[in-house]
């Protein structure tokens, strides 16, 4: 399915552009405009052309924050024209100096806001109904706009610097914020956005996941030709459970599913997929390649290379399976908008990390690629998923990455450690779910790597492994918060690992966000 095929379905709504200039919150302004019920999209600044506009007829632009400096050499720009078009714009952070740059105004390096800051609106405007004469926001940025074009007026300021914190076009609508309403450190900062793309853009609140199943079913059904038949992997998770069913209302018994068992998984999770898919009418064929997976893995550190070996042998796996029946010329994937980003996908993102649905594919792959459900978010593939029927363990298990624990082994992957790691998932899993956690939390799981740590068991010295125990809130996977869990839950996992694995000495939990951390180690 190609990249213009993909967007179709979602372009029927009103539609807010976002303007990507490399900002770590471009992804969480396009969500926050979808719990608006309204379309987002997110295009790169070099992407923009009026060919480009006249294809998607956005109703509204959102200009997002970005590292670089509108004075900076290549600092990234859009054309002067975007802004005479007619179409309401709100530039945030970087793209509220841009703005002001481009009209004729001056940007300045200052001291800096970082954090909670408090602003002081000076002039009443649509953008800021619901808000009151003092509000807190988050701020992120170093430059300011230290002076408005005459085509701009100032509306709000912040209390501590005096820097100009929002201001609007006199004639147009036109708008630039310095704080980010994205975020959830702005308290009102969604009433902002919802002031802006329902009641100044008139943008029609049309957006529902749960009417989009018709439509991606029939994109798959125009894309897929007839005769071919599709190969879908199934890992027992959401994405690729929502993704099987989609492929499956379109060409029916036409899917051919797989469930590959590279060693990698969890505890009890081969009985526990196969049950929850036979309950969704999905029947796969299993294929236990532990031993295949395993032995290529021997003495593998790097991360990255483990990633690229686990995808590779998985689509030889799935050639394997093509060449007993030539019609399966597809290969289904369950890949999201996080995975296309993190793997670097999308022009201009730095690769964090390959994910097998996207970055790990080798080159030398045959196969035709349908991905249903590419430009969605976890929390809207759940929603699909309970339109479709989906029980509720499939739609909130937590995501399992492909590579399985492969990435959750620092170092090379040895059976001892696949041992600890798989029981102290376990443990950890078990315990939050008998605190009623397990659904209030995005992903939670144990690492064990190299490093030792000398103990004490039985009155004798003991030296053995740390196992990390990461446990995170999230609402898309892109940015994340460690779990505040109790101390008593804290305090039962630490005593299970350490008591039923013979192996660990030291239990640690990981508190570092996402950024700086990713949410699994590597």
Not at 59 to 67: M, V
Not at 142 to 151: F, G, I, R, S, T
Not at 194 to 200: A, M, Q, R, T
Not at 337 to 342: A, K, Q, S, W
Request: aromatic share 8%; charged share 30%.
């Amino acid at each position: 399915m190609s990249s213009e095929e993909s967007w179709k379905p979602y372009r029927e709504h009103d539609t807010v552009l976002v303007i990507n200039f490399g900002g770590q919150y471009t992804h969480l302004i396009a969500r926050r405009i979808r719990e608006l019920n309204v379309y987002s999209e997110i295009v790169h600044y070099f992407q923009l052309s009026k060919e480009l506009l006249s294809e998607i007829k956005p109703k509204a632009l959102i200009l997002s924050g970005g590292p670089r400096s509108v004075y900076s050499e290549n600092a990234p720009k859009i054309p002067m024209w975007l802004l005479d078009v007619g179409l309401p714009i709100l530039g945030i952070c970087y793209g509220h100096q841009l703005i002001a740059s481009m009209l004729g105004g001056e940007v300045r390096r200052g001291k800096g806001e970082y954090g909670r800051v408090t602003i002081r609106i000076v002039k009443r405007d649509p953008l800021f109904r619901e808000w009151g004469e003092q509000e807190l926001v988050w701020m992120s940025h170093a430059d300011y706009v230290a002076k408005l074009p005459p085509e701009l007026e100032e509306l709000a300021v912040s209390e501590d610097t005096g820097y100009i914190a929002a201001f609007r076009h006199r004639s147009k609508p036109i708008y630039g914020v310095q704080f980010h309403p994205e975020v959830v450190h702005t308290p009102r900062g969604k009433i902002l956005l919802k002031n802006f793309v329902i009641d100044i853009a008139g943008c029609r609140p049309t957006w529902r996941i749960e009417n989009l199943v018709d439509k991606l079913v029939e994109e798959v059904r125009r894309t897929v030709p007839d005769g071919d038949k599709v190969l879908c992997a199934v890992s027992g998770g959401i994405d690729s459970t929502v993704t099987a069913l989609i492929v499956k209302k379109a060409v029916g018994n036409r899917l051919v599913t797989v469930f590959v068992n590279h060693g990698l998984l969890r505890e009890g999770e081969v009985e526990e997929v196969l049950s929850n898919l036979r309950k969704v009418g999905i029947e796969p064929m299993y294929i236990d390649a532990s031993q295949r997976f395993l032995s290529k893995l021997v003495g593998v550190e790097d991360p990255e290379e483990k990633r690229r070996i686990i995808g590779e042998e998985f689509v030889r796996i799935f050639e394997e399976i093509a060449d007993r029946d030539p019609t399966i010329k597809w290969l289904a994937q369950g890949t999201t908008y996080p995975d296309v980003i993190e793997s670097g996908a999308v022009p201009g993102a730095d690769r964090i990390k390959s994910h097998h649905n996207v970055g790990g594919l080798p080159r030398f792959t045959r196969f035709r690629i349908v991905e249903p459900i590419r430009y969605l978010y976890k929390d809207e593939v759940r929603k699909l998923g309970l339109a479709l029927g989906v029980p509720e363990e499939i739609v909130w298990r937590h995501p399992f990455p492909g590579p399985g624990l492969a990435v959750r082994i620092i170092g090379a992957i040895t059976e001892e450690k696949l041992e600890i790691v798989r029981k102290a998932s376990k443990i950890v899993e078990d315990e939050l779910r008998k605190a009623n956690i397990y659904k209030k939390v995005w992903q939670a799981f144990a690492v064990v790597g190299n490093d030792k740590w000398v103990g004490v068991k039985g009155d004798a010295r003991a030296e053995g492994y740390i196992v990390i125990v990461r446990i995170v809130e999230s609402e898309d996977g892109m940015t994340a918060d460690w779990a505040r869990v109790p101390y008593e839950v804290l305090d039962r996992i630490a005593r299970r690992i350490t008591s039923e694995i013979p192996q660990v000495t030291m239990v640690t939990y990981a508190v570092t966000t996402k950024p700086p951390a990713t949410i699994e180690p590597c």
